[in-house]
T-cell receptor, first 113, second 112 residues
Framework: NAGVTQTPKFRVLKTGQSMTLLCAQD?????MYWYRQDPGMGLRLIHYSVGEGTTAKGEVPDGYNVSRLKKQNFLLGLESAAPSQTSVYFCASSSAGEAGELFFGEGSRLTVL | AQRVTQPEKLLSVFKGAPVELKCNYS??????LFWYVQYSRQRLQLLLRHISRESIKGFTADLNKGETSFHLKKPFAQEEDSAMYYC??????????????FGKGTTLSVSS
């Protein structure tokens, strides 16, 4: 039982490049989330999804897109990476009935040069 | 506006001393609050939630709606309590379901 798995764990990009972070969960959770963690800023919600085929904007959605084509996967895309997107990205999932208990992935460290 | 405020970036205490990590919130609805903890080299995980009024690892937190606070307390700190602590608020967005927003976090450092 892997829980929440994020790939890749590390990535270095050049400004303007695109990439996709993949989050997979095997707990049959309805809700999935993407956060970014920055020093002094804590965790900020980028986008989230309350079910397959649905997504919603969080606190800092600009510059990111997401898709939830399958219940177990939640993809975070950067179409044109910027240095301001250098961060550690965390995916999380929760059941609809226990939406306050999030299960987190290990994080993906992204550096944009 | 919905917001979670943790005023202290770093809290340093000695082993055996009491600990209080502060959290204040702003939310127009009925608040549901949580404390999450991130130990070194471990995943972020739920510590406790106000609804269950439980004590986990000696930590307690009481929701004070009058002061809009949800401070985390422990009477006697242990070195293994050293970690980053986040306060979180569950927010609702009509058709978009619910999500958690987090404060900026407080690093607790317990030394002997």
């Amino acid at each position: 039982n892997a829980g929440v798995t994020q790939t890749p764990k590390f990535r270095v990009l050049k400004t303007g490049q695109s990439m996709t972070l993949l989050c997979a969960q095997d707990m049959n959770h309805e809700y999935m989330y993407w956060y970014r963690q920055d020093p002094g800023m804590g965790l900020r919600l980028i986008h989230y999804s309350v079910g397959e085929g649905t997504t919603a904007k969080g606190e800092v959605p600009d510059g990111y897109n997401v898709s939830r084509l399958k219940k177990q996967n939640f993809l975070l895309g950067l179409e044109s990476a910027a240095p301001s997107q250098t961060s550690v990205y965390f995916c999380a999932s929760s059941s609809a009935g226990e939406a306050g208990e999030l299960f987190f992935g290990e994080g993906s460290r992204l550096t944009v040069l | 506006a919905q917001r979670v405020t943790q005023p202290e970036k770093l809290l340093s205490v000695f082993k055996g001393a009491p600990v209080e990590l502060k959290c204040n919130y702003s939310y127009s609805g009925s608040p549901e609050l949580f404390w999450y903890v991130q130990y070194s080299r471990q995943r972020l995980q739920l510590l406790l939630r106000h609804i269950s009024r439980e004590s986990i690892k000696g930590f307690t937190a009481d929701l004070n709606k009058g002061e809009t606070s949800f401070h985390l307390k422990k009477p006697f700190a242990q070195e293994e309590d050293s970690a980053m602590y986040y306060c979180a608020l569950k927010v609702s967005a009509n058709q978009a379901g619910t999500a958690l927003i987090f404060g900026k976090g407080t690093t607790l450092s317990v030394s002997s």
